[in-house]
């Protein structure tokens, strides 16, 4: 079978790699680039621990092919911090204990970010109705919840 040749940009990065027909983005970020931070906790779109921004969108990468993200921007947890300093959502997620074994938290943190750049002011509900897409096996979701809305007033100055 043939390889394709994608070009993409991942967390500002310009890439290039070669993909089978069938690959997932999930496989590709992980096993070709090196970016194992997006975890694969289904493969069928159900927990949203593969989560990832593709030209702004949230997407599951496990449902996506590699050979989609051709000419793409894409952003993932890796992408969040900024060096040593991490993005207002990580640090809330710490301050709240907000996670335990971590497989869902890079999904929900890329979830919560995408919901912030688009409702800076999102109340608790929006915020529970937004992260729905994201399951999470140990926490609850309310220290999650309340992690996303310590943020958001951080982030806006609050």
């Known amino acids: 079978?043939?390889?394709?040749?994608?070009?993409?940009?991942?967390?500002?990065?310009?890439?290039?790699?070669?993909?089978?027909?069938?690959?997932?983005?999930?496989?590709?970020?992980?096993?070709?680039?090196?970016?194992?931070?997006?975890?694969?906790?289904?493969?069928?779109?159900?927990?949203?621990?593969?989560?990832?921004?593709?030209?702004?969108?949230?997407?599951?990468?496990?449902?996506?092919l590699g050979v989609e993200a051709n000419g793409k921007s894409i952003a993932t947890i890796e992408g969040m911090a900024h060096g040593e300093e991490l993005h207002p959502l990580q640090r809330k997620f710490l301050e709240h204990a907000a996670l335990q074994c971590g497989v869902c938290t890079p999904g929900f943190l890329v979830a919560a970010k995408a919901l912030l750049e688009k409702k800076p002011?999102?109340?608790?509900?929006?915020?529970?109705?937004?992260?729905?897409?994201?399951?999470?096996?140990?926490?609850?979701?309310?220290?999650?919840?309340?992690?996303?809305?310590d943020a958001a007033a951080e982030m806006r100055g609050a």
Not at 125 to 145: F, M, Q, S
């Open 1 to 64: 079978m043939a390889k394709h040749h994608v070009t993409a940009t991942v967390n500002g990065d310009a890439v290039e790699f070669l993909c089978e027909t069938d690959e997932t983005l999930l496989d590709v970020l992980r096993n070709q680039l090196g970016l194992t931070g997006t975890k694969e906790g289904c493969a069928t779109g159900d927990c949203g621990a593969c989560s990832v921004t593709v030209d702004g969108c949230l997407v599951c990468s496990c449902l996506m």
């Open 121 to 149: 002011d999102p109340s608790e509900t929006e915020v529970r109705y937004w992260l729905a897409g994201n399951l999470c096996r140990c926490t609850g979701y309310d220290k999650i919840v309340r992690a996303v809305l």
